[in-house]
Every structure is written in structure tokens, then in C-alpha cells.
């Protein structure tokens, strides 16, 4: 197989956890006999250092001529705490979702017993945790109108969707869940919300058409409870933007750090695949970033590209790392290893060269010396 696949760093941690994934996909196609060629292009505050602009026209070019774009991570301190920044690296993000129509966000959360004693949630309530959150990604109140009054008294931020906008989101929740324990809940707030009540009653009329589907129905708040004192009982969770960006940071933390979860942003045409953390900027360049959320993203890469058989590899070979203690300083800070090294572990796994030809050795020497 011969694929283009964009690359966009990002900021941040960005940079060192893709190329961990790169290292592991160039490992995929030498194994398989695939050719991956990339392109990289700019995007979030690196972008607007060089360029001036968090989304230059380039890169949307890149990206719509290109068969799937890995993105590392986006957001730089010196915007987070000025309000008034005209330019800001998230408007990239934000308008790259919307020019390639990536209307759905799938975030996968499962759990690894190996790391629950990282978890905030007791074991008992981690055994069988596996859902998946599908986020609404180009409307709601992200992309609604938004305007601040000239004395900067006054603001306000529109939420609206469309039947369609629901619909599409919605059918594709629904074949998920076909495929797998066939519940789909609804997050929402239909209690006070008019777009809550539209999601409700486009759902209900879908419904139908997935007999074999449970759906049911939950408010956000309680949601957002249910999901700590109950994670098992979910299966597909579908939810407009906002709610989704909020209850899919809950949720990471489940499995024990946030540096573990993937996501694959879906449309029409393209599809981008990210770790669902953010740039971390404390650790950036350090090495000690936890790369295993790139390197699921990029296993969904290859499942979107239908090479299911090289996905699973690359999972395996994160399961070993982790089942092994080859861990980043977020789950072990004290015997860890870095970042790189945890990207060559599961490429050489990919490659058959574990646990044969491991050579601790070597490994121990790029393992942290603070014990
Ligand atoms: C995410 C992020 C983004 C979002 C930010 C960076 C704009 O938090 O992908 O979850 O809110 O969608
Ligand atoms: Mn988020």
C-alpha cells in the first residue's frame, strides 16, 4: 500500500511524540511491505512563529491532498492567559476541522490493569471499562457566532445546530455501535437546552433505523458523574462539541494519565489522527513526554487505511511496553524511560525484534538515572 500522510508537529510535546509514531509506522511498512511518504506542514503557535498565521493556506492544501494528516499537539502559554490575543494556535486547529469537514471525533477509552493503580477510580470500577466517545467536532457553540461589546462588558458566544450537522454524527455512532455491545447513549442537556432537545429528537427518530441499538438518554451533569462512578456501563457515547471536549478529558484519566488516549477526527474525505492531550510545554524537548497517545492515534491511522492486522501490531506492541515497565515518567517517576525510547521499544516490537534480540542493556542505559 502507498499512502500520503500529512504531518503536522504542532507545538509543545507535539514534535517529540509524532516522531515516536513516525518510527513506529516507518517500522509498519518496512515489516508489511507498505511505503508511507510524508509531508510536513505548520500549524498552531509554531505557525504562527514562522508565518504569522496558526493555519497558512499551505498546509490545508497538504492535507486535503493527502490520504491521512498525523498531528501532534497544539497551544502555547503566552495566548492561554492574554484575552486579548487576535491570533491565537487552537484557530488553526479549529479551522482545519472545519475546512476538511472532520465532523466527528472517536475517542476510544480502555483501561490496562497493569496501570490501575494510576487511575483515581478503585479497581473494581476499572474492570471491563471500554467506550467510546464520538464528539461532534464542526459545530455547537465552538463555531457559533461570538462578539464582545467595544467597553468589554458584555460577550456572548451562539450555540446552533442543524437536523444535519445531528444526523451525520449520529449514523455514525450508530454503526459503531452495531459492531460492538450495541448501546449508544445520548449526552445532553435537553432539560434546559433548544439544541439539546433537537439532538433528542433526531436520535429518537434514527433510532429505528438501528434496531438491534439501545439508546438511551443522559444529562451532562449526570453524565459527567456516571462516567466516575460507573465507567462500564457505556458502550458508544455520542455528544455535540462542547460537552464532548469536556467528559473525553474526564474520562482519559480513567485509564491513569491523560498521555494514553487517541483519537481519529473523521468527514467526508480526509481524517486526522491526534493524541488527545495537550502541548504540555513544561516537558517539551525533554525527552519525557508519554508518546503512547500518538502511537495509538497512528494505529487508528492504519485501521483507517484498512490495514487492521498492522493496528493490532502496534497495540500489542504498546500492551508490551506497558506490561514490561517501559514507561514514561507520567505513570513511573522514578524508573522511566524516555520518550524515544519507548518509540524505538514498539518499533523494534513491530519489527519481530522482541523480546529476541532485546538487548536490556542498551535499554537500561536510556532508562532515567534519578532512582
Ligand atoms: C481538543 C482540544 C481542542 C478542543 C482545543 C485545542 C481547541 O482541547 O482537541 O480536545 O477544544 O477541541
Ligand atoms: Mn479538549
Redesign the pocket.
Known amino acids: 500500500m502507498n499512502k500520503k500522510i500529512a504531518v503536522i508537529l504542532g507545538d509543545g510535546i507535539g514534535p517529540e511524540v509524532t516522531q515516536q509514531s513516525i518510527k513506529v509506522l516507518d517500522a509498519v511498512a518496512k515489516q508489511y511491505g507498505h511505503e508511507f511518504h510524508y509531508t510536513e506542514c505548520l500549524m498552531g503557535a509554531d505557525a504562527i512563529d514562522k508565518t504569522g498565521n496558526p493555519l497558512p493556506d499551505e498546509t490545508i492544501e497538504v492535507c486535503l491532498n493527502s490520504d491521512a494528516i498525523l498531528f501532534g499537539a497544539?497551544?502555547h502559554p503566552k495566548y492561554d492567559n492574554d484575552p486579548n490575543a487576535k491570533v491565537r494556535p487552537?484557530q488553526g486547529?479549529?479551522k482545519l476541522r472545519k475546512s476538511l469537514q472532520l465532523f466527528a471525533n472517536i475517542r476510544p477509552v480502555i483501561t490496562y490493569p497493569s496501570l490501575q493503580h494510576l487511575s483515581p477510580l478503585k479497581a473494581k470500577q476499572l474492570e471491563e471499562v471500554d467506550f467510546i466517545i464520538f464528539r461532534e467536532l464542526t459545530g455547537g457553540i465552538?463555531f457559533g457566532k461570538k462578539e464582545t461589546n467595544e467597553e468589554k462588558t458584555y460577550a456572548f458566544d451562539e450555540c446552533s445546530y442543524s437536523r444535519e450537522e445531528i444526523e451525520r454524527v449520529s449514523h455514525l455512532a450508530f454503526q459503531y455501535a452495531q459492531k460492538r455491545r450495541k448501546k449508544l447513549t445520548l449526552v445532553d442537556k435537553a432539560n434546559v437546552l433548544e439544541t439539546s432537545r433537537l439532538w433528542r429528537k433526531v436520535v429518537q427518530e434514527l433510532a429505528p433505523q438501528y434496531s438491534d441499538v439501545t439508546v438511551d438518554f443522559l444529562f451532562v451533569d449526570n453524565a459527567a458523574m456516571q462516567i466516575i462512578v460507573n465507567p462500564k456501563q457505556f458502550d458508544v457515547v455520542l455528544t455535540e462539541n462542547m460537552f464532548g471536549?469536556i467528559i473525553?478529558?474526564e474520562a482519559s484519566v480513567i485509564s491513569g494519565s491523560l498521555g494514553l488516549l487517541p483519537s481519529a477526527s473523521v468527514g467526508n474525505g480526509s481524517a486526522l489522527f491526534?493524541p488527545?492531550h495537550?502541548s504540555y510545554p513544561q516537558a517539551a524537548g525533554k525527552d519525557i513526554a508519554n508518546p503512547l497517545g500518538s502511537i495509538l492515534s497512528a494505529a487508528m491511522l492504519l485501521d483507517h487505511f484498512g490495514l487492521n492486522k498492522e493496528a493490532q501490531v502496534v497495540r500489542e506492541g504498546v500492551e508490551w511496553t506497558i506490561n514490561n515497565k517501559f514507561v514514561t515518567k507520567d505513570i513511573d517517576p522514578v524508573n522511566f524511560y524516555f520518550t524515544s525510547t519507548i518509540g524505538d521499544l514498539i518499533a523494534d516490537f513491530v519489527s519481530n525484534k522482541i523480546p529476541g534480540d532485546i538487548n536490556q542493556a542498551n535499554i537500561e542505559l536510556r532508562k532515567s538515572t534519578i532512582i
Request: aromatic share 8%.
Open positions: 497544539i497551544g487552537e486547529l479549529l465552538y471536549d473525553s478529558d491526534e488527545i495537550g
